[in-house]
């Protein structure tokens, strides 16, 4: 099955620090790419839509200075959360298809400590 | 606006039992697709089944099948024969057709397998 690779799985790092996550498609060309975070005992909320070769779509509410997203490739898609501090704190995982109307494949997930 | 509800925060099931997950959906779209996940303690997104808004016929994938009413706007989850491995989280979704395939999810269930 489809194969979607994400890194790193786990991060913990100072306040103030950039954090570059990445997304890759292993075995397919992934059109599209999601960027999710979710909270401990909550479900995923959808951060931002990219489209490669293009700029993210960001959700209401989403800050895209905070939350930089890059596609720039079928099978690289990298979230950089920016001078990260503690409410930053959250699991956050990626997911790619190739086309609408194929299941998304998600990555196993980034969880992000900002101490 | 697309909304997803999941009203069962958690259950409890024995081993070998079978156990129903309740999803309802509001859309105005007529296309749509509907897809369930589970997420383990690790985090990862597991895909375990799709419905199309068209399919004529329920999904089945080994012991998962959707018990699709689409007048009543729903899609239960069904797990036949329950494993101590299929503790987890259980999040339904539905596909926006028109947003290049992006989910929304709902609150999730909490299934926990019991001896």
């Known amino acids: 099955g489809a194969v979607v690779s994400q890194h790193p799985s786990r991060v913990i790092c100072k306040s103030g620090t950039s954090v570059k996550i990445e997304c890759r498609s292993l075995?397919?060309?992934?059109?599209?790419m999601f960027w999710y975070r979710q909270f401990p005992k909550q479900s995923l909320m959808l951060m931002a839509t990219s489209n490669e070769g293009s700029k993210a779509t960001y959700e209401q509410g989403v800050e895209k200075d905070k939350f930089l997203i890059n596609h720039a490739s079928l099978t690289l898609s990298t979230l950089t959360v920016t001078s990260a501090h503690p409410e930053d704190s959250s699991f956050y995982i990626c997911?790619?298809?190739?086309?609408?109307?194929?299941?998304?494949?998600f990555g196993d997930g980034t969880r992000l400590s900002i101490l | 606006a697309q909304k997803i509800t999941q009203t069962q925060p958690g259950m409890f099931v024995q081993e070998k039992e079978a156990v129903t997950l309740d999803c309802t959906y509001d859309t105005s779209d007529p296309s749509y697709g509907l897809f369930w996940y589970k997420q383990p303690s690790s985090g990862e997104m597991i895909f375990l089944i799709y419905q199309g808004s068209y399919d004529q016929q329920n999904a089945t994938e080994g012991r998962y099948s959707l018990n699709f009413q689409k007048a009543r706007k729903s899609a239960n989850l069904v797990i036949s024969a329950s494993q101590l491995g299929d503790s987890a989280m259980y999040f339904c979704?539905?596909?926006?057709?028109?947003?290049?395939?992006?989910?929304?999810f709902g609150a999730g269930t909490q299934v926990v397998v019991t001896p």
């Open positions: 997911s790619a298809t190739g086309l609408s109307n194929q299941p998304q494949h």
């Open positions: 075995d397919f060309q992934a059109t599209t």
């Open positions: 979704a539905m596909r926006d057709v028109d947003s290049w395939g992006k989910l929304q």
